[in-house]
Antibody, heavy 118, light 108 residues
Framework: QVQLVQSGAEVKKPGASVKVSCKTS????????IHWVRQAPGQGLEWMGW????????KYSQKFHDRVSFSRDTSATTAYMELSGLKSEDSAIYYC???????????WGQGALVTVSS | SYVLTQSPSVSVAPGQTARITCGGD??????VHWYQQKPGQAPILVLY???DRPSGIPERFSGSNSGNTATLTISRVEAGDEADYYC???????????FGGGTKLTVL
């Protein structure tokens, strides 16, 4: 079955960077985009952008475009999200999700908790 | 930018019907997708393309999309349906994914 398994929780200091991985299995990695969505504590879902798993092209939400970078390793069928210049407001659960051409998100990774604290 | 508006909360007794709405300008021209998120869990897709159910989603979950409102309807609500529900669309003009703010469904 299709699975997206994310890396574990991270605690970072303000100004640092964090890199979250999303290991996929159960489908052909290069035929779907991977999107990233975050959820601050008690808040809703916030879309961050996507990476084209086939060619590495990316699209970033304007809110994050200068601090976020998506990458992928096709041989490892894994996508990555790196967020730099961390602030306390970046404390959140970061999800990856496989997205079809028709733009629905299915399935989602289990989420990776990132805590930014001095 | 395009905005999706959801009521913060909906309450319904077991066995009754819950209707969760998602408002957006001419939303009927877009495909709306719905997600269920239970506490401490990742979201799961419950409806796509306004009204289609992924495999494993009960027939009790249905959807519609007309005018400026898309609706997720849950019939014969069960305690296990208690969750946050989010609508989502793709805004083609800007190539952005948009999520609604979420609705908390409480089963009384």
């Amino acid at each position: 079955q299709v699975q997206l398994v994310q890396s574990g929780a991270e605690v970072k200091k303000p100004g640092a960077s964090v890199k979250v991985s999303c290991k996929t299995s159960g489908y052909t990695f290069t035929t779907y985009h991977i999107h990233w969505v975050r959820q601050a504590p008690g808040q809703g879902l916030e879309w961050m952008g996507w990476i084209n798993s086939a060619n590495g092209n990316t699209k970033y939400s304007q809110k994050f475009h200068d601090r976020v970078s998506f990458s992928r390793d096709t041989s490892a069928t894994t996508a990555y999200m790196e967020l730099s210049g961390l602030k306390s407001e970046d404390s959140a659960i970061y999800y990856c999700a496989r997205v079809a051409l028709e733009n629905w998100f299915d399935p989602w990774g289990q989420g990776a908790l990132v805590t930014v604290s001095s | 930018s395009y905005v999706l508006t959801q009521s913060p909360s909906v309450s319904v007794a077991p066995g009754q019907t819950a209707r969760i709405t998602c408002g957006g300008d001419n939303i009927r021209s877009k495909s709306v997708h719905w997600y269920q998120q239970k506490p401490g869990q990742a979201p799961i897709l419950v409806l796509y393309d306004d009204a289609d159910r992924p495999s494993g989603i009960p027939e009790r979950f249905s959807g519609s999309n007309s005018g400026n409102t898309a609706t997720l309807t849950i019939s014969r609500v069960e305690a296990g349906d208690e969750a946050d529900y989010y609508c989502q669309v793709w805004e083609s003009s800007s190539d952005l994914e948009i999520f609604g703010g979420g609705t908390k469904l409480t089963v009384l």
